[in-house]
Structure formats: C-alpha cells, structure tokens
C-alpha cells in the first residue's frame, strides 16, 4: 500500500507539477519558481527510491531473540509493507532504490568532469588572451562579435567582448556588469547544472526536462531583477536587445541567453509581484513534495509506534 502510495505520488507530482509551475505566477516570483522546481524534482526522486526501500523492508528479517516488544514492531511494520510475490517485489526494490541513486552519482561525476575540462579549455582558448579592465572589473576579449557571459567556477569571472564595451552605453554596460555579477553571486549554475543533471541522467521523464528550461529561465529573470535595482530597467532592456543573437560557452551564463519578448516586456512593464498568501501557499506545496514521501514512508513506523506495539529510543517503559 506504501509503495503504491509512493509511485502514484511520484507520477501525480511530475505530471500536475510543471502546470502549476508554469503558470504566470512564476514570472513575478522567480526565486520562488526556482525552488518549486527543484523541491518537485527532488520530490520524484525521493519518492521513486523511498518505493523502492519500501519494497525491500519485508527481506530484513528480525531475530527471534529480541524482545517480543520489538518482534510485534517489526510484525507490524512487515504487515502494512508486505505484498505478494517476493522475488518480483525485492528486484523492483533493487531496481528503484539502487539503480536510481547509482544512476544520479554516475551522471554527477561525469558532468562534473565535463565541464571542468570545458572551463580549462575555454580559459586556456579564450580567456588567455583576455585583458583584465579594473573600471569594469571584467575580462575584456578582442572580439567583433557583441558579447557578454559569466564564468562560474573556482576562477570566476565576467566576461566582454571588445565589441560589447564599444557599443553597449555606460548605462547599458552597467545593467550588463550587473546582471552577470548577480549570476555569479547567486550561484546560478548550481541550479541549472542539477537541473540538467536530472534530465541528462533520466532523459524519459518529461519534468526533467521541462525544469531545466524553466530554471535556465528563471535565473535570467533573477539577474535581470538584479540588473534593474542598480540601473534603469530601460537600459537593462535596451542592453539585452543590443546582445540578442550573441552566442557564448556552453558553461557559461550569457547575459542575452533566452532573451526574447518575454524578458524585455518584464522590464519593460513589470507586474506586481505576488501577494503573501500565494507565496506562503507556494512555499508550503513545495515543502509539501519533499516532505510527503518521507512521511508516506514512516507512516507504518508511526502507526506501529502509536499502537503501543513499538516503543521508539528514549520513549521509557511503562
């Protein structure tokens, strides 16, 4: 029954998720909508590997030797775990909490190691060459091409093409100074390299991929945010428009990356952000899918604990 709970948890999460998540409300909550991603992505995982456990539970056996107070838990627990056909039941429970887990570290370290050979390869390439500007307190490349992108990582870094700083107004070039500065600051990549971590690691799961896109937007929206508290939104728009089209590293976060109607219309004529109820509503059905698998899982515990057959450490003895 637990496991059932889990799995039907699992898929009802990842498939109603991303229609709350997307809504209008995310584009005035960004900082919010990120963290909705990411607590439902880590909620399907969780809930996918607890189904998994649960799974397996009934195949540890408890010595006859304990005491018949702890022999009733474990019967009580076994009981509300159990289901028919063992063998079936311990290799999907094998399956969903070994493999998954395995899978996750396995992609983990080798994008770790990707884009640590992508970052050496893009100083030693590009950034060798750069001249270090201590007005702009950026990197400067010579480059035709109008530029801007961050570098994250142990020697992060802004950086501009010569083009950029020729063309761009001081007004402009400050929004775009600022709106990388506020990616390195906010530690963006983190959050769109987990989020692209999951899809790369499970490719046939469509929520995956549709958070990945999300928060590459999301964090966008965050630096623009930044960008037009120091400057002008009128200039931070303006900029954004002048770089349209720019390319930049794959490991790197472009200050024109996704730009389009929707981030220049934002600035342009921002909304209102949302009300303290949706927020608190927000945060609570997030919280909600991390903490719902756990408590699906140690409910039969709980149960077992509430009946009087099991009594937890520390309870005393009566």
Known sequence: ??????????????????????????????????????????????????????????????????????????????????????????????????????????????????????????????????????ELGALVVESQEVAAFCVPGRHKAVVLTSAAVATLSDEELAGVLAHERAHLHGRHHLAVGGARMLARAFPGVPLFGRATGGIEQLVELLADDAAARQVHRVEVASALVTLAGMRAPSTALAAAQGVGALRVTRLLRPAAPIGALPRVAAITVAVLAVGGPIMLAAWPLLAATSSGLCVLPGAGWS
């Open 1 to 134: 029954m637990i496991t059932g709970g889990l799995l039907v948890f699992a898929v009802l999460l990842a498939v109603l998720a991303p229609r709350v998540i997307e809504g209008d409300w995310s584009v005035r909550a960004p900082r919010l909508a990120v963290f909705a991603w990411q607590a439902t992505s880590a909620g399907v995982v969780l809930a996918t590997v607890l189904a998994g456990l649960t799974f397996l539970a009934p195949a540890t056996a408890v010595s006859e030797g304990l005491a018949a107070v702890l022999d009733a838990c474990a019967a009580t627990i076994a009981s509300v775990y159990s289901s028919p056909g063992r063998l079936p039941a311990i290799l999907a429970g094998f399956l969903l909490a070994g493999l998954v887990p395995l899978r996750l570290c396995w992609v983990a370290v080798r994008s770790g190691l990707r884009d640590g050979r992508s970052r050496r390869r893009l100083q030693s390439s590009v950034l060798m060459g750069a001249r270090h500007e201590p």
